[in-house]
């Protein structure tokens, strides 16, 4: 399996996934532009689009995509049919799909908005890999435009971060080293996170992307993953809150910061 983060927009990815080296998966299909030349240069035809949420920067690119690649099948979550693009397969949380030689879960993960997926992709002798669109950032999370604390919570703690550690970790957008500086803030002793952020600096200065990160990191790193760590709690002043109400503080002030 081989992912290629295509640069959209600002700081948007859309991924092609392929498992044959002929055909690919596209997850988030931002932009056409981009994604189709990216397409040319490697060789790919489109077998299909995935959308993790409905917001227009994940999926404006699909209609061209479409356009090029009339057979493309076209997943997002059946109860957002009405504001996504339209789909030829309507998914449920759990529902597994075999195509273009990958085998994929959809996870429902609610809290940036009510009808968000993750994708989980495995292949043959690869690592797995699950695409999160903007629930969960490398060092960060989505904003809670529609769910509620609780929602992004369990989607984080019960949905995303039980995946095996060596799991890799492709979010919606390149938001890393603003989101691992909000981490030290709260956690200055973190030196996994110390580590993370300079590994981080030194990868944007050379114009490569921050992502893929793994799970093990992003427990290690990601404070919105951490609430129920004591030094989170403690720089919160909320010792004896709830994990829930430490991610809403801390959301809170990512919000503000
Ligand atoms: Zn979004």
């Not at 991610?247 to 002030?253: G, I, K, N, T």
């Amino acid at each position: 399996m081989r992912v290629l983060p295509v640069p959209c927009f600002v700081d948007n990815y859309a991924y092609l996934v392929t498992a044959d080296d002929r055909t690919a998966w596209i997850i988030d299909p931002s932009d056409d532009g981009p994604v189709l030349r990216a397409l040319a240069e490697e060789g790919l035809s489109a077998a299909v689009v995935a959308f993790t949420h409905h917001h227009p920067d994940h999926t404006h690119g699909a209609a061209g995509v479409v356009a090029a690649f009339p057979a493309t099948e076209v997943l997002g979550f059946g109860p957002d049919v009405a504001r996504l693009p339209p789909l030829t397969r309507a998914l449920a949380d759990g529902d597994r799909v075999r195509l273009a030689g990958l085998r994929v879960e959809a996870r429902h993960v609610p809290g940036h908005t009510l009808g968000a997926l993750a994708y989980v992709v495995e292949a043959e002798g690869a690592e797995r890999a699950v695409f999160t669109g903007d629930t969960l950032f490398s060092g960060g999370c989505g904003r809670l435009f529609e769910g509620t604390p609780a929602d992004l919570w369990r989607s984080l703690d019960e949905r995303l971060a039980t995946l095996p550690p060596e799991t890799r970790v492709y979010p919606g957008h390149e938001y890393t080293a603003a989101n691992l500086r909000f981490c030290l803030s709260i956690e200055p002793e973190n030196a996994a996170t110390a580590a993370r952020a300079a590994e981080v600096t030194a990868l944007r200065q050379g114009g490569a992307p921050s992502v893929p990160s793994t799970m093990a990191i992003e427990r290690a790193t990601n404070v919105f993953l951490r609430a129920r760590e004591a030094a989170v709690r403690e720089a919160l002043g909320l010792v004896g809150a709830s994990d829930v109400e430490v991610l809403a503080e801390l959301r809170r002030r990512k919000d503000a910061a």
